[in-house]
Structures are given as C-alpha cells and as structure tokens.
C-alpha cells in the first residue's frame, strides 16, 4: 500500500468526524450540560422560595435529561447499571409529569 491509498483510506474512515471534533463536541455536550443544570437549579431555588409553587415540571425535566443520558451511555456501552439507571429515572420522570398533568 503506498502513501495514497493510506492517505484515501484514513480520509474514507474519518469522512464524518476526526478525533479532535468529537473531543469538541463531547467538551460542548459535557459544559451544555453544566449550563442547563445551573439554570435549572437557579429556576428552581426561585419557585421554591420567591412563588412556592410546585416544582412538577422542573423535577420531571431534570430526570428526563437524565435518563436520556443514562440511555445513550448504555446504547454506547451496554452497561446493564446504565440500563438500569435510564430506566429508573424515565420512571421518575414520568411519574413527575404525572403530577404535573395533575395539577393542570
């Protein structure tokens, strides 16, 4: 194999991401995350102590995240805790919408 069809094989495996994107967007899911959970939690703090209205749709949203994070970990790893951990927190999630729904 010559430098050529080395330099076309690495392009044709690499043709969606190299290494230092998905680094990238790791970094960028990992401080989006950090950002969504300081919102929440500053939102939540306020309902709580300024309207001391149920919390509901807050908890269900956070859960929610969650679980989707605990179902792609296991989709990429096939962790059975992680099976496990999606599953408990769509449960609870739900039930959260749940009482959301209710109280509508």
Known sequence: MDRE????????????????????ADQASVWGT?????????VFVIRLAVTGDDLYDLLAMG????????????HTTKAVSALLMATLCLAISLGWLWFYALEG
């Open 34 to 42: 950090i950002g969504m959970a300081s919102v929440l939690i500053v």
């Open 63 to 74: 859960f929610g995240y969650l679980a989707a994070a605990q179902a792609y970990k296991w």
């Open 5 to 24: 069809e080395i330099l076309a094989q690495s392009r044709q495996d690499n043709r969606f991401h190299d290494e230092r994107e998905c680094r990238i």
